[in-house]
């Protein structure tokens, strides 16, 4: 590719194409492709490129903590999650109709694992996604009031096509949270999806939230549409650390073994 043309094609901002050009030259001479075909093979590598770059933008903007995956979760260690429901959750057809998911079940059960995987499902099928925990969200909206961002804020968390919030119920809230938090439920309510995360039952609702009449509202909008996965198993992340407890110990042991004997 000579300067002149990679000039123009930098300026029209084609980037799929430059980086195959070369190589799609070859290709077109090798098989004597005729001129419509190369054509078609560098438009194809243009909306290639710019298809992985927006899913690239998305996946950054979604503030994923981890990248997780379905195919990573271990379904066998759960027996009372539902997999083909689950699989049919990543097909989104709930956020396409604007509902929500509420994943319920005591801490290191994989809740957080299968928001995540979800969201990537989401953000691949185009959708514009943001994973927050709980307890982050409403201290940004708090802080804001300060500098007066307040209304952006919460426009970042009201116009995504799905917002998953993690963590629900860790800690109690104050009635400013309260409010915030059901400024969010409401103005999302039939106009964008929802992911929770919780280790609380709906009827312990009332107990994160301050006020009783607006953790009411709060479970009407959001139960009104909304799939439920609760978890009834144990924790992996506990499963895991007992594993590695037993194997220190049997090393000791196999260690204190062996300086006896070398005695």
């Known amino acids: 590719m000579n300067d002149l043309l990679l000039g123009k094609l930098k300026d029209l901002k084609l980037s799929g194409i430059i980086k195959s050009f070369d190589l799609r030259v070859e290709e077109a001479i090798k098989n004597n492709f005729s001129y419509q075909e190369f054509f078609e093979i560098l438009i194809n590598d243009e909306v290639s490129n710019r298809r992985i770059n927006s899913n690239?933008?998305?996946?950054?903007?979604?503030?994923?903590?981890?990248?997780?995956?379905?195919?990573?979760?271990?379904?066998?260690?759960?027996?009372?999650?539902?997999?083909?429901?689950?699989?049919?959750?990543?097909?989104?057809?709930?956020v396409r109709k604007r509902e929500n998911v509420a994943f319920i079940g005591p801490p290191g059960?994989?809740?957080?694992?299968?928001?995540?995987?979800?969201?990537?499902?989401?953000?691949?099928?185009?959708?514009?996604?943001l994973f927050t925990t709980a307890n982050e969200m409403l201290e940004e909206l708090y802080i804001s009031r300060a500098d007066?961002?307040?209304?952006?804020?919460?426009?970042n968390y009201v116009n995504v096509d799905l917002l998953i919030i993690d963590e629900l119920g860790l800690r109690k809230f104050n009635q400013?949270?309260?409010?915030?938090?059901?400024?969010?439920i409401s103005k999302r309510y039939e106009r964008g999806s929802i992911i929770i995360t919780t280790n609380k039952v709906f009827e312990e609702w009332a107990r994160i939230f301050y006020d009783p009449v607006l953790a009411t509202a709060i479970l009407d909008r959001f139960v009104h549409h909304c799939h439920f996965v609760v978890i009834k198993g144990e924790s992996y992340r506990m499963k895991q650390r007992e594993g590695a407890?037993?194997?220190?110990?049997?090393?000791?042991?196999n260690d204190s073994n062996q300086l006896n004997n070398d005695n």
């Open 56 to 94: 690239q933008k998305r996946i950054s903007k979604a503030k994923f903590p981890w990248h997780k995956t379905l195919e990573e979760y271990n379904f066998n260690y759960q027996p009372s999650i539902n997999k083909r429901f689950i699989y049919n959750l990543a097909t989104c057809e709930f």
């Open 176 to 184: 400013s949270s309260v409010d915030d938090f059901y400024e969010i």
């Open 109 to 129: 059960t994989g809740k957080t694992h299968l928001a995540i995987a979800i969201g990537l499902k989401a953000v691949a099928l185009g959708y514009r996604v």
């Open 148 to 155: 007066n961002s307040y209304q952006q804020k919460l426009k």
């Open 245 to 253: 407890i037993k194997a220190l110990t049997y090393d000791s042991k």
